[in-house]
């Protein structure tokens, strides 16, 4: 474990922030920093925004991280060459959190958007061979319904929930009569024609979310795709961070007042009427007055 301040930290990536708020006094056993007023879990994009926006109404934060790194999802890779991301890779010009994020950090925004408009188109290989849009399309093994069997497999799902949603108003997504859309990718995806063996080839060999089509609501997708139109009708730039996507966190790490503590897997948090604790993996455990705040970057 590492226990890191505004001037000394690990670079650490974590999963969607939650923070658990203090009023009462910890009890002697507990493992914290003295007068803490919120403790936020994970450093990842939203947790390392979490933890800025509470320092800025005033509160003392310690922010937990279970990796060596912040990040969350955005993950470059500094020691190879050309430094490739491994996560997050650009942000459309609209994006006006991720702007003002760069902004706040002191890190150049690029556009990268021509490697995109320029690249050769991309390759499809399955068990060893390659395939064009023409041998896809006519390939007997393709697993597709007959009207999709000439789209790649990335095309397939961003294409039908862009066809499908039944969001007139994607801003509206949260509303209880959106409710009955909360289905499940794979759900969504049997109701149009899809098998088995098709849901796996366009979605579950690479998930863009979720481990699978079965812990992927179909209705984040469709907000998701709402979002996503909404960026390119405010311009078709994309950009990136200068020298690599990370570089983002680490200077958003950079102005955090409390301290940010790596190497801190949080396995479990129990909230009880008065306070919650958050057990580690090390053995150690926080304890806060019960206050929760689910965190996503979006």
């Given at each position: 474990?590492?226990?890191?301040?505004?001037?000394?930290?690990?670079?650490?990536?974590?999963?969607?922030?939650?923070?658990?708020?203090?009023?009462?006094?910890?009890?002697?056993?507990?493992?914290?920093?003295?007068?803490?007023?919120?403790i936020v879990i994970?450093?990842?994009?939203?947790?390392?925004?979490?933890?800025?926006?509470?320092?800025?109404?005033?509160?003392?934060?310690?922010?937990?991280?279970?990796?060596?790194?912040?990040?969350?999802?955005?993950?470059?890779?500094?020691?190879?060459?050309?430094?490739?991301?491994?996560?997050?890779?650009?942000?459309?010009?609209?994006?006006?959190?991720?702007i003002d994020a760069?902004?706040?950090?002191?890190?150049?925004?690029?556009?990268?958007?021509?490697?995109?408009?320029?690249?050769?188109?991309?390759?499809?290989?399955?068990?060893?061979?390659?395939?064009?849009?023409?041998?896809?399309?006519?390939?007997?093994?393709?697993?597709?319904?007959?009207?999709?069997?000439?789209?790649?497999?990335?095309?397939?799902?961003?294409?039908?929930?862009?066809?499908?949603?039944?969001?007139?108003?994607?801003?509206?997504?949260?509303?209880?009569?959106?409710?009955?859309?909360?289905?499940?990718?794979?759900?969504?995806?049997?109701?149009?024609?899809?098998?088995?063996?098709a849901i796996r080839?366009?979605?579950?060999?690479?998930?863009?979310?979720?481990?699978?089509?079965?812990?992927?609501?179909?209705?984040?997708?469709?907000?998701?795709?709402?979002?996503?139109?909404?960026?390119?009708?405010?311009?078709?730039?994309?950009?990136?961070?200068?020298?690599?996507?990370?570089?983002?966190?680490?200077?958003?790490?950079?102005?955090?007042?409390?301290?940010?503590?790596?190497?801190?897997?949080?396995?479990?948090?129990?909230?009880?009427?008065?306070?919650?604790?958050?057990?580690?993996?090390?053995?150690?455990?926080?304890?806060?007055?019960?206050?929760?705040?689910?965190?996503?970057?979006?």
């Amino acid at each position: 474990m590492m226990q890191l301040s505004r001037r000394s930290f690990a670079l650490g990536l974590g999963a969607a922030g939650i923070a658990v708020s203090a009023g009462a006094k910890p009890k002697p056993k507990v493992v914290a920093p003295a007068m803490l007023d919120t403790i936020v879990i994970g450093a990842g994009m939203s947790g390392l925004n979490t933890a800025l926006l509470l320092e800025a109404e005033g509160q003392k934060v310690a922010l937990l991280e279970g990796r060596s790194r912040v990040g969350g999802r955005v993950h470059t890779l500094f020691d190879q060459p050309g430094t490739p991301e491994m996560g997050f890779n650009t942000m459309g010009e609209g994006y006006g959190r991720g702007i003002d994020a760069a902004q706040r950090a002191g890190v150049e925004l690029i556009e990268v958007g021509a490697r995109f408009r320029k690249a050769p188109p991309q390759a499809f290989f399955l068990n060893g061979r390659n395939f064009t849009r023409e041998t896809w399309t006519a390939f007997e093994g393709n697993p597709l319904p007959a009207p999709l069997k000439a789209m790649m497999p990335w095309e397939v799902v961003p294409r039908l929930v862009a066809q499908h949603t039944p969001l007139a108003d994607w801003t509206q997504w949260h509303l209880p009569e959106s409710a009955v859309h909360d289905i499940s990718l794979h759900a969504f995806l049997k109701q149009h024609g899809l098998s088995d063996a098709a849901i796996r080839l366009v979605n579950d060999t690479a998930p863009a979310y979720g481990n699978s089509a079965w812990d992927v609501s179909a209705l984040m997708l469709q907000w998701n795709d709402g979002f996503v139109k909404g960026q390119i009708a405010a311009g078709t730039r994309q950009l990136a961070v200068k020298g690599g996507n990370a570089n983002l966190p680490i200077g958003m790490a950079k102005l955090l007042k409390g301290d940010l503590i790596t190497g801190k897997r949080v396995v479990g948090v129990d909230s009880g009427d008065a306070h919650a604790t958050v057990y580690c993996a090390d053995g150690s455990t926080m304890q806060r007055a019960v206050w929760f705040v689910r965190c996503r970057w979006a």
